[in-house]
């Protein structure tokens, strides 16, 4: 089944020996995000893009593949923090207001359904959130070491 040609991906790249390790700091430029909570992981990638994307298509492309996911990752953070807080807030209030209704077991209640809410669902995706950019960067360093452009999953492009 052939797509037309506006929804096919653009083909990645082949990265010539003398642009590999720019592209590999490129790609590893989101380790600045353990110096810089937060933002690094998405300063990281953008310097390193407008540092190198005059150099070569295959670097700017490279860099805007590293700078969108990275992009990508920080608002499905703060959307799954933001849900987070509204969801335990919630319930928080829901049993604030039970418990001042004259019903303290609901106040109980919604204390241990926050907790459980917090171990059973924020840690682990907390987690992932985590680990996931981490597990693909490699993924990327590696096809980018073999001379291999990357397109990073789940990313949005914020940049074309």
Known sequence: MHLP???RPPPVPLIP???RTPALLIHLSPLLGFVLPVLGNVLGPLAAWLAYRDRSRVLDD????????????????LV??????ALVSLGLIGGAFGAAA?????????LFGSLAAFFALFIP??????????????FAVIR?????????????????
């Open 5 to 7: 040609p506006a929804s």
């Open 17 to 19: 020996e003398a642009e």
């Open 62 to 77: 490279q860099g805007k593949e590293a700078l969108n996911f990275q992009l990508s990752v920080w608002l499905y953070s």
């Open 80 to 85: 799954f923090g933001l849900l987070f807080f």
């Open 102 to 110: 004259g019903s303290p077991d609901l106040g109980v209640f919604a």
């Open 125 to 138: 995706l907390g987690l992932v959130l985590w680990a996931f950019p981490l597990v693909v960067m490699l």
């Open 144 to 160: 980018v070491n073999q001379g291999r452009g990357y397109r990073y999953p789940l990313r949005i492009r914020f940049l074309r």
